[in-house]
Every structure is written in structure tokens, then in C-alpha cells.
């Protein structure tokens, strides 16, 4: 069965500070790969997602994500963090072939100092 | 255009009771999937129903079951509550012929504490 990793649980920074959040999975065919955001007090909400092409996917609010096949790694980055950022952040993959079932790795915790 | 919507939002049992929980698909969606998150954890897949019948199953007991209607919309039964099954429950729903290559919109949850 496939795995998703997150590998920090807590991350703290200053406003203005780069951000960049790690995301492995461990399988090896075709994956649907996905980074959804759980602000305090609200829903999990899709930041991007990757499908195929290229392999630097935009997101909203500034976020992007590079797709390293190679690395089964799909990481998660904005170069200036704000305050709002402040969150939980969920990398997930799909297996086209397996259906539409999500897996979700632990999340990472993100505390944006003013 | 409403979102998803879930609810009890809060419920409160004890051990041994059943629970019902419900969900309403965004519009224009036809598939439902309910997910479970403890505490300090990622979302799990517990099932996903399409057309009314489950349609893939996570790695959780029967005492999860699920229905879902003709409107689309879902219901998630837990039986013989454990203490363990306190979490937040997601509901996400999705349309059925972008297969494999679509995004799940997640509803707020329920949050269950069983006592």
C-alpha cells in the first residue's frame, strides 16, 4: 500500500522567511499528488495539485510545488511566508488506477511569527 | 453554490452507542468519501460511495458503515462506538467521470468525542 511522509511536524518561522515543506510517497507507478491547507477553525482547503506536465505546479496564495519523480518527492514552498499563513499543511496522493481514494501523509504544523 | 456540508458540527457519546453522521455533496457532484482524523493526524480513508454503493474501503471495521442516497448525499454509521473512534470526521465529494484526475472538496467535518 502506498505511504505519503511528511517529515517536519512543526515548523516555526518569521514573517517574510522561506518556507519549504517535505513530501515523500512510496509508490511507484502513476500518482495524482496534491498539498491541501487546514487554517485554525476552518476546512482542508486544496492549495495545488499535480497531475501531469510540467513538473513545477503554482498554486494559490503563493505556493508552489516541485514534482521530483526521481526522489518520490512532491515539496511544498512559498519564498515569503505572512502571518496568515499560519496552518496545518496535508500532502496527499491519488493512484489514478486505484480510484479517487486520497492518502494523506501526518501534516505539518506551521506557526508564522509576526 | 454551497459547498459541502456536514453535519452534526459537534456530538458528544459514550461507549458502545452508534452514531450517524451526514454530508451533502457540492453541487454537481455524485461521489461521496468520508475520511477519519484523530487528533495530530492525517485524514484516513474510511469509504467512498458512487451511485449508492460503496465503492472502495480503507483498512477500518465493519462496525463503519455508510449509505448514500439518490440525491447524492451520505451517511457515515459507526456502531459499538470505542473510545478510539473519537475524531474529526471529513466528508469530500467529487465527480465521478473525472476518475483518477479530480479534486476532493472536503466539507468542515464532524468532530465525535465518545466518552
Known amino acids: 500500500a502506498q505511504s505519503v511522509s511528511q517529515h517536519n511536524h512543526h515548523v516555526i518561522l518569521s514573517e517574510a522567511a522561506s518556507l519549504e515543506l517535505g513530501c515523500n510517497y512510496s509508490?511507484?507507478?502513476?500518482?495524482?499528488l496534491f498539498w491541501y491547507v487546514q487554517y485554525p477553525g476552518q476546512h482542508l482547503q486544496l492549495l495545488l495539485k499535480?497531475?501531469?506536465?510540467?513538473?513545477l505546479v503554482k498554486g494559490i496564495k503563493g505556493f508552489e510545488a516541485e514534482f521530483i519523480k526521481s526522489k518520490f518527492s512532491f515539496n511544498l514552498r512559498k519564498p515569503s511566508v505572512q502571518w496568515s499563513d499560519t496552518a496545518e499543511y496535508f500532502c496527499?496522493?491519488?493512484?489514478?488506477?486505484?480510484?479517487?481514494?486520497?492518502?494523506f501523509g501526518g501534516g505539518t504544523r506551521v506557526l508564522v511569527k509576526p | 453554490d454551497a459547498g459541502v456540508t456536514q453535519s452534526p458540527t459537534h456530538l458528544i457519546k459514550t461507549r458502545g452507542q452508534q452514531v450517524t453522521l451526514r454530508c451533502s455533496p457540492k453541487?454537481?457532484?455524485?461521489?461521496v468519501s468520508w475520511y477519519q482524523q484523530a487528533l495530530g493526524q492525517g485524514p484516513q480513508f474510511i469509504f467512498q460511495?458512487?451511485?449508492?454503493?460503496?465503492?472502495q474501503r480503507g483498512n477500518f471495521p465493519d462496525r463503519f458503515s455508510g449509505h448514500q442516497f439518490p440525491n447524492y448525499s451520505s451517511e457515515l454509521n459507526v456502531n459499538a462506538l470505542l473510545l478510539g473512534d473519537s475524531a474529526l470526521y471529513l466528508c469530500?465529494?467529487?465527480?465521478?467521470?473525472?476518475?483518477?484526475?479530480?479534486?476532493?472538496?472536503f466539507g468542515p467535518g464532524t468532530r465525535l468525542t465518545v466518552l
Open positions: 469530500a465529494s467529487s465527480f465521478w467521470g473525472a476518475q483518477g484526475n479530480n479534486e476532493q472538496f
Open positions: 509508490y511507484g507507478g502513476t500518482v495524482n
Open positions: 499535480y497531475f501531469s506536465g510540467d513538473p
Open positions: 496527499a496522493v491519488m493512484l489514478p488506477a486505484a480510484g479517487n481514494k486520497l492518502t
Open positions: 453541487s454537481g457532484h455524485d461521489t
Open positions: 460511495y458512487y451511485e449508492e454503493e460503496e465503492r
